[in-house]
T-cell receptor
Framework: EPEVTQTPSHQVTQMGQEVILRCVPI?????FYWYRQILGQKVEFLVS????????KSEIFDDQFSVERPDGSNFTLKIRSTKLEDSAMYFC????????????FGPGTRLLVL | AQKITQTQPGMFVQEKEAVTLDCTYD???????LFWYKQPSSGEMIFLIY??????QNATEGRYSLNFQKARKSANLVISASQLGDSAMYFC????????????????FGKGTHLIIQP
């Protein structure tokens, strides 16, 4: 069964450093998403991506975040200058369409900023 | 704005009993979708079940069913014959503007219910 994959599973970084989180969505899906979950809290939407551009973004997705689909298979989230409060689990998700189709989540990347 | 409320932070249930996890929602969208996800201690998010706002029947997927009461804006998850492996966090989520076209909306999640199945 096809699944969303994410690398790395864990990442530790120093405050102020740049990180890139990688995702490989399900191959025939067209819509891609990033969410985050701060420890013990609910999952929060960051951004959605369709047709090589951002479709929707939340207030959390400020100028220090960017997304890219560099090669037709990978979907990346870059945090330019990490802050302590960026420590969270980051989930990538993909969906066949942006409507009522289910979004399938990857296993997540746990980011710890020291 | 959309909002999901899960009022049960934690629940203890005996194995083999049925369990109902509550979810109420608030939205001004005329069409929307409701989802339940399971998050075991390993952290991944597993899709369980989906209900569209215009679906005539309540959704069912194996031991999972969704008790959808549109007038009350509730979408409770029912797990029949609970198993030890059902112990996990359960999140209710909503997707609005299903038929607005074009946009890829993000899901709005509730805070979750931590379900523990006891032998």
């Amino acid at each position: 069964e096809p699944e969303v994959t994410q690398t790395p599973s864990h990442q530790v970084t120093q405050m102020g450093q740049e990180v890139i989180l990688r995702c490989v969505p399900i191959s025939n899906h067209l819509y891609f998403y990033w969410y985050r979950q701060i420890l013990g809290q609910k999952v929060e939407f960051l951004v959605s991506f369709y047709n090589n551009e951002i479709s929707e973004k939340s207030e959390i997705f400020d100028d220090q975040f960017s997304v890219e689909r560099p090669d037709g298979s990978n979907f990346t989230l870059k945090i330019r200058s990490t802050k302590l409060e960026d420590s969270a689990m980051y989930f990538c998700a993909s969906g066949a369409s942006g409507g009522q189709e289910t979004q399938y989540f990857g296993p997540g990347t746990r980011l710890l900023v020291l | 704005a959309q909002k999901i409320t899960q009022t049960q932070p934690g629940m203890f249930v005996q194995e083999k009993e049925a369990v109902t996890l509550d979810c109420t929602y608030d939205t001004s969208d005329p069409s929307y979708g409701l989802f339940w996800y399971k998050q075991p201690s390993s952290g991944e998010m597993i899709f369980l079940i989906y209900q569209g706002s215009y679906d005539q029947q309540n959704a069912t997927e194996g031991r999972y069913s969704l008790n959808f009461q549109k007038a009350r804006k509730s979408a409770n998850l029912v797990i029949s014959a609970s198993q030890l492996g059902d112990s996990a966090m359960y999140f209710c989520a909503m997707l609005g503007s299903l038929y607005s076209g074009g946009g890829a909306d993000g899901l709005t999640f509730g805070k979750g219910t931590h379900l523990i199945i006891q032998p």
